[in-house]
């Protein structure tokens, strides 16, 4: 079957850097998506991976390793309004979306 | 760029009435549309994947009679929640690929339209 795996939650402190890790097994791989969701709000596109290595974007970068089925998201010099949900998504082989079921990030001054 | 828009944001319903829910893509052309469906504190659930000039692909367990979509241009699919019931009270999301742009696979999502059916 099709698996998707991230913490449900997690805490930091504003200021700080998180790590939000994703691994997955998956029919086919043509690339991995995050996405944050405030509550009550739609995702927003934050970072596609589709080969191995960082990319990195402002505060935010993500890395992927496809030989293992893992990426990360990281977030440095957090703010208060990085408390969301951050959803791992990966394109299959038919490229349909496999979602993972979210990563609360709970930011504390 | 690469903005979608929902209409309406909210709409609350009577039990057994239709209700419509359009997805436009503003600033692109899309002959992919995806519609969500998302209840409290869980993910995603892809409900059906909406194509230009063709009948919708719907997912297993989403009954294609109850939820209409029509996707009859390229920056437009609306999706019909007919003789909604409570159970039917959702975010309803949709998304759209840019096809023009860089990452062809990312998908954009809309700001979502809360249902609530009394």
Same mark, same amino acid.
């Given at each position: 079957?099709? @698996?998707?795996?991230? *913490? ?6 504003? /200021?700080?850097? =998180? ?14 998506? !995050?996405?944050?969701?405030?509550? /009550?709000?739609? *995702?927003?596109?934050?970072?596609? @991976? =589709? ?38 998504? =990966? ?7 496999? !979602? ?8 504390? *001054? | ?14 039990? $057994? ?35 230009? $000039? ?6 297993? $367990? ?37 096809? $023009? ?18």
């Amino acid at each position: 079957g099709q @698996n998707i795996d991230q *913490p449900t939650e997690m805490t930091a402190t504003e /200021g700080a850097i =998180v790590q939000i890790n994703c691994t997955y097994q998956t029919s086919g791989f043509n690339g991995l998506f !995050w996405y944050q969701q405030h509550a /009550g709000e739609a *995702p927003t596109f934050l970072s596609y @991976n =589709v080969l191995d290595g960082l990319e990195e974007k402002g505060r935010f970068s993500s890395f992927l390793s496809r030989s293992k089925g893992y990426s990360y998201l990281l977030l440095k010099e957090l703010q208060m309004k990085d408390s969301a949900s951050y959803l791992c998504a =990966v394109s299959d082989s038919n490229y349909q979306l496999i !979602w993972g079921a979210g990563t609360k990030l709970i930011i504390k *001054p | 760029g690469a903005v979608v828009s929902q209409h309406p944001s909210w709409v609350i319903c009577k039990s $057994g009435t239709s209700v419509k829910i359009e997805c436009r893509s503003l600033d692109f052309q899309a002959t992919t549309m995806f519609w969500y469906r998302q209840f409290p504190k869980q993910s995603l659930m892809l409900m059906a994947t909406s194509n230009e $000039g063709s009948k919708a692909t719907y997912e297993q $367990g989403v009954e294609k009679d109850k939820f209409l979509i029509n996707h009859a241009s390229l920056t437009l699919s609306t999706l019909t929640v007919t003789s909604a019931h409570p159970e039917d009270s959702s975010f309803y999301i949709c998304s759209a690929k840019d096809l $023009g742009g860089g990452d062809e696979e990312t998908q954009y999502f809309g700001p979502g339209t809360r249902l609530l059916v009394l």
